[in-house]
């Protein structure tokens, strides 16, 4: 199976990314919108692996406390186009962390460096005469709790994540 993991968005930051991309839509912008059930941040792509209980297993070792995110601004890769996470080190170094647990733990997974985005479209394309359309959103800001295990399929529909397991800042008994 296709794995990844990652921080999946609360309801508010993923209806105001939504609003951002019908704004860019409505202004002549193309491409592959990501839906709104499946906007997220990436922190590991693994890919083909066929024992998510190893992963879940490296996550578990991975000491996590709950913190904030700030989304500020956006940015591409070509034609991918996203919503920037701005510095912060709490992430970072737990992405470090993370990523040192799957490596000992002889997962593969993406080595490229970490940069934190949340994929808005994919295969974005414009009108080269008018330009892209400037944006402008405030920051927000998102407290993250857990870290999640993700499964990715293709379906006819598309792609289609779904959580096959999480991390929590949390205990046992706060998440029932
Ligand atoms: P992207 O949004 O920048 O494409 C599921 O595919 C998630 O894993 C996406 O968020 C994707 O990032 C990310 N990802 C990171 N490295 C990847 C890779 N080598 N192949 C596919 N997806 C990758």
Do not use: C
């Not at 794995?3 to 508010?12: G, H, M, P, S, V």
């Amino acid at each position: 199976m296709r794995l990844f993991i990652a921080i999946r968005l609360n309801d508010e930051i993923r209806s105001e990314l939504a609003e951002i991309q019908s704004f860019l839509r409505n202004r002549g912008v193309s491409g592959n919108f990501t839906k709104l059930e499946n906007l997220h941040l990436t922190l590991a792509f693994i890919g083909e692996y066929a024992d998510p209980e190893n992963v879940l297993e490296a996550m578990r070792g991975v000491p996590f406390a709950p913190f904030s995110i700030w989304l500020k601004g956006f940015g591409s890769f070509g034609d991918l186009y996203w919503r920037r996470i701005g510095e912060n080190e709490t992430l970072s170094a737990y992405v470090k962390r993370l990523r040192r647990a799957l490596a000992e733990s002889g997962i593969p997974f993406d080595r490229k460096k970490f940069s934190p985005h949340i994929t808005l479209i994919r295969r974005a394309s414009f009108d080269k005469n008018r330009g892209f359309p400037g944006v402008s959103a405030p920051d927000a800001s998102m407290e993250v709790d857990r870290v999640s295990l993700m499964r990715s399929d293709r379906a006819k529909s598309g792609m289609v994540y779904t959580e096959i397991g999480q991390v929590s800042g949390l205990k046992e008994e706060e998440l029932r």
